[in-house]
Nanobody, 123 residues
Framework: QVQLVESGGGLVQAGGSLRLSCAAS????????MGWFRQAPGKEREFVST???????YYADSVKGRFTISRDNAKNTVYLQMNRLKFEDTAVYYC?????????????????WGQGTQVTVSS
């Protein structure tokens, strides 16, 4: 099992930026695909972005052009840079890892999850 710990959430005004980090345990981090999901109150968990072991990435339409996912394998960390934040980006953001190759958008495709970090965007 991979342990994941998110950080970087907080309160920001609309139009502002935040960078989320997800630190992973384990010696084979570089071979895993990673994902970010979010869940707003009263809503289902939704896909935000994913990055594979080669650095390829994919985004939900709602965040494309505003969010950037990246990874630093030397630090066992994946990042989510969030720019031009909107009120509707308010949610708990979760980091997840999958041992499957490729890019994955369904929560069921992921094996381990972090505890989440709250992002609140004020309008």
């Amino acid at each position: 099992q991979v342990q994941l710990v998110e950080s970087g959430g907080g309160l920001v005004q609309a139009g502002g930026s935040l960078r989320l980090s997800c630190a992973a345990s384990g010696r084979t981090f570089s071979s895993y695909a990673m994902g970010w999901f979010r869940q707003a109150p009263g809503k289902e968990r939704e896909f935000v972005s994913t990055i594979n072991s080669s650095g390829g990435s994919y985004y939900a339409d709602s965040v494309k052009g505003r969010f950037t996912i990246s990874r630093d394998n030397a630090k066992n960390t994946v990042y989510l840079q969030m720019n031009r934040l909107k009120f509707e980006d308010t949610a708990v953001y979760y980091c997840a890892v999958t041992r499957n190759f490729g890019l994955w958008v369904a929560a069921n495709d992921y094996d381990d999850w972090g505890q989440g970090t709250q992002v609140t965007v004020s309008s």
